[in-house]
Each structure stands twice: as structure tokens, then as C-alpha cells.
């Protein structure tokens, strides 16, 4: 089955990438590889919500964020190499978490972003991944991830 099938199953549309806040661009290739900027909350042009996870954000909103942080990085991926169904595996996620001081729920916050994954591509969504604790994110964001994805 196609990504592109799948994610229509799952009633996912991958947006256009998002636009940088900064001096960056959405992906690079190199090889068969692509590298995602991180990716912050971001749903038609707009920051989704602000503030710490453990504070303002719920650990369980938290996860729906980096679900849609994972979707604007498919979008970036999309625009680097022009289809999903070019992807045979997604290598590794990096998710950062804004957290309140004593939050340690960043891998269940990050597994927003891992589920959608495996959902998507099932066992190639299967990756490498670091979920880290920080103090603050650009726009006060609570969630930002990137990936790494092979592609043929």
C-alpha cells in the first residue's frame, strides 16, 4: 500500500511545508537521506499553543502537538523529494519538549510524533529517537520535532 493511500485512510493531508521562522530551509537531502528543520505547532500559518508541557499544556495535548509537528515534517520531507511514497524508512526523530521544572513525561509527549509514524508507514515508521527537555522553544511553543527519513 502507498503512503499516500494510507495516509488518505487515516484522514491525513500533508499541508504545504511550513515556512521558516528563520534563517533555514524546511529539509536537506543528502545521499538518500532527508533532514527536517525542527518543526514547531503550526496549522495555516498560525502557532497552534504556547506554554510548558507539565504547566500550561497537558502531557496527553502535548502528544497531539507533536502529532502535528510529525505532519508538518512529512510536509517538509514531501517538498524536498517531491512524494511520501518515495520513503522506505524513517531513521530517527528528535522531539524537544518546553517543560515545566520537574516534567519528565517527554517520551510520552514525543510518542505523539512516533505513533503517527509507525501509523503511517507501519514498520518502516519504526526509528531511532531522542526526546529531550528544555527550557523554552521558538514562538513559546511546547513541542518541536525533527526527522531523519531514507528515501529511494
Not at 2 to 23: D, F, H, K, Q
Not at 39 to 68: F, M
Not at 132 to 141: H, I, M, R, S, T
Request: glycine share 12%.
Amino acid at each position: 500500500m502507498s503512503v499516500t493511500t494510507r495516509l488518505a485512510e487515516l484522514g491525513i493531508s500533508i499541508p504545504e511545508p511550513v515556512a521558516p521562522v528563520a534563517s533555514y530551509i524546511p529539509a536537506v537531502v543528502t545521499g538518500n537521506l532527508v533532514f527536517t528543520s525542527g518543526q514547531i505547532p503550526i496549522r495555516d500559518g498560525a502557532v497552534v499553543a504556547t506554554g510548558l508541557v507539565g504547566a500550561e499544556v497537558s502531557e496527553a495535548d502535548a502528544a497531539e502537538l507533536a502529532r502535528l509537528c510529525a505532519i508538518n515534517a512529512l510536509a517538509a520531507v514531501q517538498g524536498a523529494i517531491g512524494s511520501l511514497d518515495r520513503v522506505t524508512r524513517i531513521v530517527k526523530v528528535v522531539g524537544f519538549v518546553a517543560s515545566a521544572p520537574g516534567f519528565e513525561g517527554q517520551p510520552a509527549v514525543v510518542n505523539g510524533a512516533s505513533d503517527l509514524l509507525g501509523d503511517v508507514f507501519g514498520e518502516a515508521g519504526q526509528h531511532a529517537r531522542s526526546a529531550v527537555g528544555v527550557a523554552a522553544l521558538p514562538k513559546g511553543v511546547p513541542v518541536e520535532v525533527e526527522l531523519i527519513a531514507e528515501f529511494e
